[in-house]
């Protein structure tokens, strides 16, 4: 059994970019910060868009999977997600998980329900072979850190810092294909592997 996910990879830029927003993140709350405050910042070569997370796979469903998404990718076409808001799960008063996406206007418009409709077909794919379905809709983001604890203090921090009110200009994140992650789990943090890659047609 292996740990598994669907992914888009990103560029080597768009992870640099994403490094330079983390480095300006701890500068700017880095003052305001108290010491019960614990944040998991991470690395920008883990950083990845998760479109569906398997968890534990049989090894022998890794081909099924890639001839599935395969034949599930062939009536899509590349996706342009606009990296340009800094966001914050469950809300920023308490994050437990701080994010960079695209904007709300674009989560309403044709290239957002694009990619609903690439993730039904990949919910679709994953059903065959007996993964549970994801009950929530897709909600693209890239994940910059995780908070560990004194999520209060960090959202007053966030409040008083405006960074949450600033426009981002991270350029785009193109969806052209779909990768198989395998996760590792280690001390120093999760090991990625990528089994293999299907391109959109």
């Given amino acids: 059994m292996i740990r598994a996910f669907l992914a888009v990879e990103l560029s080597e830029d768009l992870r640099k970019q994403l490094g330079q927003v983390q480095q300006d993140l701890k500068q700017r709350l880095g003052r305001d910060l108290s010491k019960d405050v614990r944040i998991s910042w991470v690395q920008p070569a883990s950083i990845h868009l998760t479109i569906k997370f398997l968890g534990d796979t049989d090894e022998a469903l890794v081909e099924p999977m890639r001839e599935a998404i395969n034949q599930a990718v062939k009536g899509h076409r590349a996706i342009q997600i606009p990296i340009e808001r800094l966001g914050a799960f469950p ?20 290239e957002a329900k694009r990619l609903a409709a690439l993730h039904r077909a990949v919910e679709d794919c994953g059903e065959l072979l007996d993964f549970a379905p994801e009950s929530r809709p897709l909600s693209p983001h890239l994940t910059l850190a995780r908070i560990k604890a004194g999520e209060r203090h960090l959202g007053q921090a966030l409040a008083k810092s405006g960074v949450m009110d600033q426009p981002l200009s991270l350029g785009t994140l193109p969806v052209e294909s779909l990768v198989l992650m395998k996760s590792e789990l280690r001390p120093a943090g999760p090991v990625y592997t990528k089994l293999w890659e299907v391109r959109f047609p």
């Fill in 91 to 110: 809300h920023v008063q308490q994050p437990r998980v701080l994010w960079v996406g695209a904007s709300e206007q674009w989560e309403k418009g044709e």
